[in-house]
């Protein structure tokens, strides 16, 4: 995956044809150690990702949720540097009608003229609140869409949305839950069926493959995350009439394609960098730690992560997800790299007050995550492994063979069963505290701990401090499935 392997198939496409729009549709400011080593320590370099994506020669971006991880400033800096568009048609500068970025763009290519109109989701409010709050303003998706379009049609023949957007809300398992007051999360399907003008909608931000969808009209497709594919939307126009006559869209996979080696080169300098930054060694384990089986067993690795919050906290009780199921400690030189493919996102540390109540309730929720079938326990395809919790501090048991709510067991905490009316202290993260990942429930928790500190750089000064890794130190069997 990357834009290394997209690049040699742009390339090829360029060459077969002559008419060609290169597009994405957001976060590409986070997400690997790269760009946060950039974004961290080298801030007046342009970032590797935009030097790579000039190069490339984009058009437009959508500008997604995870632009806002690093600041403001970082953000604007990128958008500076970049020779293709930030594009946002529902980023206000708080109490205004000002756009942050410009809403939309008009290409002309061989005589037509196309536009591209991007769009952000609107949780970045509550995402980085610490970032945006009272200082920019996301709108509602489709009523800023309608706001613009017919300033748009009249300038265009041909309308591409590229919004950093899901196709639509499973009650609020994909993000966060209408209770929080938010407009869709996931409106492609929504920003279809209210804009037949719009012809192609470029969605990019649930993670889940869309090959070629049509509503209202309108097609509709998302590629796999990561560069893992390259979307392919083929647009035959007639030249006289300047309307579309067909629209068809195929993805690509990029596993096996070589690496563009202009792209390689390009980066060689940021990417070695990179790597003498992440390979930097910064304690020792007395044994390889992974996460491989980390979704259906009770695992160290996971039990590290949240002795980790908790040590900052001092929390009765901590919450983590699985974020990366290839992650491991090695036995031996433990690295930046292994903390960085443990915790991917770029989410703060919180710690809030809850009752034995909500408790339940969270726990109730996030088992939601299984589903049992002819004696096999899976994962419920449309719940993210980022949405699904693990606990320590408590003893809980998971009866996969009983109805959703009802599913927790066994919940005790220091050998006492938990009653509705106990109150504990919760370490977890920035998004879940937010109610990030259908836990609306949670953001009415009193905060009692918030410094705003990144929870991948405490796991990093941990490690330092401790020197030595001994699981002994952390794990404890607290948690289990039975049937």
């Not at 930030?86 to 000002?98: C, E, I, M, V």
């Not at 069963?417 to 504990?424: R, Y």
């Not at 009415?444 to 890794?469: A, P």
């Amino acid at each position: 995956m990357g834009l290394a392997k997209a690049f040699t198939k742009i390339k090829e496409i360029r060459k077969k044809f002559k008419n060609t729009l290169l597009l994405d549709s957001g976060d590409l400011l986070q997400g690997t150690p790269l760009v946060e080593y950039y974004s961290k320590y080298e801030k007046n370099k342009i970032n590797p990702m935009i030097k790579a994506m000039n190069y490339m020669g984009y058009s437009s971006i959508g500008v997604g949720n995870h632009e806002y991880d690093f600041g403001i400033e970082n953000l604007l800096k990128a958008s500076k540097d970049a020779k293709f568009d930030f594009l946002s048609a529902n980023t206000y500068y708080f109490g205004t009608n000002k756009y942050l970025f410009k809403p939309y763009k008009i290409e002309n290519i061989n005589g037509i003229r196309i536009a591209i109109i991007g769009f952000t989701t609107p949780g970045v409010s509550i995402w980085s609140k610490n970032i945006v709050d009272k200082k920019y303003y996301f709108d509602d998706i489709v009523n800023s869409a309608k706001k613009i379009i017919d300033e748009i049609k009249e300038k265009s023949d041909i309308i591409i949305a590229i919004p950093h957007s899901g196709l639509e809300d499973e009650d609020g398992k994909q993000g966060y839950s209408p209770s929080l007051g938010l407009p869709p999360e996931n409106a492609g399907k929504l920003l279809a069926k209210n804009l037949k003008n719009i012809d192609v909608i470029i969605l990019g931000h649930s993670h889940k493959e869309i090959k070629e969808m049509f509503i209202n009209n309108v097609l509709i497709t998302q590629p796999k995350p990561f560069a893992q594919q390259l979307a392919i939307v083929n647009l035959k126009i007639d030249k006289k009439t300047k309307k579309n006559v067909s629209k068809k869209s195929e993805l690509i996979d990029l596993k096996d394609i070589e690496p563009s080696q202009e792209i390689l080169d390009l980066l060689s300098e940021d990417h070695n960098k990179t790597i003498e930054y992440v390979n930097k060694t910064i304690g020792i384990s007395n044994e390889e730690l992974k996460a491989e089986n980390s979704k259906f067993e009770d695992t160290p690795i996971i039990d590290f992560v949240n002795k980790v919050q908790m040590e900052y906290t001092k929390a009765d009780i901590s919450a983590t997800s699985v974020f990366n199921d290839k992650a491991y400690i090695p036995k031996g030189n433990v690295k930046i790299s292994h903390i960085a493919s443990i915790y991917i996102y770029e989410n703060t540390l919180m710690a809030i007050k809850i009752t034995g109540k909500k408790l339940k309730q969270y726990l109730e929720e996030t088992v939601k995550f299984y589903d049992y079938k002819d004696g096999k326990v899976y994962q419920n395809k449309n719940i993210p492994q980022y949405n699904y919790d693990i606990f320590s501090g408590i003893d809980y048991v998971i009866d996969v063979n009983k109805p959703l709510g009802s599913r927790i067991t066994k919940l005790k905490f220091k050998g006492k069963d938990v009653n509705d009316d106990m109150v504990f202290t919760l370490a977890l993260n920035s998004y879940r505290q937010s109610g990030g990942g259908g836990y609306s429930f949670l953001k009415d928790c009193e905060v009692v701990y918030y410094n705003q500190e990144s929870i991948r750089d405490l796991i990093i000064d941990y490690v330092r401090k401790k020197k030595y890794l001994n699981k002994n130190d952390f794990f404890e069997k607290n948690w289990e499935i039975v049937k």
